[in-house]
């Protein structure tokens, strides 16, 4: 069955080598403080979005991994590096995309707080009314690990095409 679904969102990576479309909006949003995002992004916190995977499709090339810790993959871009996606292996069904990364980043707010455990003191006016999640609590957002993962992982990002029809 070939259902032709529009893009709600649209994205990619600085360089334009890697594109990327969401069928949907994302379920939820939300901006991560935590150590390991802080790293991955080069800033203060990395503002996600997530979707269930079908909800994605890679429109021009596709994000390189890299496995950020045991818990998470993050895509990237090869050739510019431009952060893009990050997947908690227990939960291989959703996947979250950067919303710096969108074309209209104002789109999409955020709504909850993570990693407020590793939050920057100058950050705590960002979302005064937004509930907060540290590490560990991540479930109560909705970014719950599922089940151990397999072992070895799973092959990520298999590049077949999502039918959709272009904006
Ligand atoms: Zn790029």
Request: with cysteine; glycine share 12%.
């Amino acid at each position: 069955m070939s259902e032709q679904r529009k893009p709600v969102l649209t994205g990619g990576c600085q360089c334009g080598a890697v594109r990327y479309a969401l069928l949907a909006r994302p379920d939820r949003v939300g901006i991560c403080h935590g150590r390991v995002c802080q790293k991955a992004v080069g800033g203060p916190f990395l503002r996600l979005g997530g979707d269930p995977e079908i909800d994605l499709a890679w429109t021009r090339g596709v994000p390189t991994q890299f496995a950020s810790s045991s818990a998470a993959d993050r895509g990237f871009c090869a050739q510019c590096g431009t952060p893009l996606t990050f997947r908690y292996l227990r939960r291989p069904e959703h996947i979250d995309v950067s919303l710096g990364s969108l074309d209209d980043p104002a789109a999409v707010v955020p709504t909850v707080a993570m990693g407020t455990e590793s939050r920057l003191g100058w950050c705590g006016g960002l979302l005064p009314s937004a509930p907060e999640y540290p590490a560990g609590e991540h479930n109560q957002a909705g970014f719950r690990p599922g089940p151990e993962p397999p072992s070895p992982r799973p092959r990520l990002w298999l590049a077949a095409p999502h039918p959709f029809t272009p904006a």
